[in-house]
């Protein structure tokens, strides 16, 4: 299924390309979208996408750093609203207790620091948000390390995907007849990541 989503990404171009690039870390923490699909698998595609021309570099990584400050705003404002009954509904049924716990602790060890380090790990990423308003973390506080963390995250996401030779996946050339087949093999090498991502995060 990964794949097949992934493959949808990469055939798409300008306005729409950009749209999933932005929704997808949008809906990582504020619908728990991130443990099913990690952002970052949309937010390196649309550095894949940008390696094509096939969309601005600079459009790719503004729609990626919107969705992931927008999306974790909106998931400190869900934590806000259902408080702890959010640890028992969505979260609990998807993560277990113990991963729970260890983003509490986490988040009551480094303070603001966790928002902007969790950014950077798929499952803490979901979580953080709105645990951090559970423990009653100031917005104005919050928001600091989300913009940061969102921007550099964001950033080092999409420019990863604009050179493959960092990442170890296939030299690509710019779409033409045979695009369907470089399709493929991008959505694979995107698959085999969110896999290994999401791998210890439920």
């Not at 998931?75 to 260890?102: D, N």
Request: charged share 15%; hydrophobic share 50%.
């Amino acid at each position: 299924m990964i794949d097949a989503i992934a493959r949808h990404i990469l055939a798409l171009h300008g306005f729409a390309a950009l749209a999933i690039v932005f929704a997808v870390p949008l809906l990582e923490s504020s619908a728990f979208v991130g443990f099913v699909f990690p952002g970052e698998i949309a937010a390196l595609l649309g550095g894949v996408l940008a390696f094509q021309h096939r969309v601005s570099v600079v459009a790719a990584i503004a729609a990626a750093t919107m969705g992931a400050i927008i999306g974790d705003t909106i998931g400190y404002a869900v934590g806000r609203r259902y408080g702890r009954r959010l640890l028992s509904g969505p979260v609990g049924r998807l993560v277990k207790r113990e991963h729970q716990e260890r983003a509490e602790r986490y988040l009551a060890e480094r303070g603001g620091k966790a928002v902007f380090l969790g950014r950077f790990t798929a499952g803490l990423r979901v979580m953080i948000p709105g645990l951090a308003r559970i423990a009653r973390m100031p917005y104005r506080t919050f928001a600091v390390y989300n913009i940061a963390g969102g921007a550099v995250w964001a950033t080092a996401i999409v420019l990863l995907g604009c050179t493959p030779s960092a990442t170890g996946l296939p030299r690509h050339r710019r779409p033409s007849g045979s695009g369907a087949a470089s399709r493929h093999r991008w959505a694979g090498c995107a698959g085999g990541w969110t896999r290994q991502t999401l791998t210890g995060c439920r």
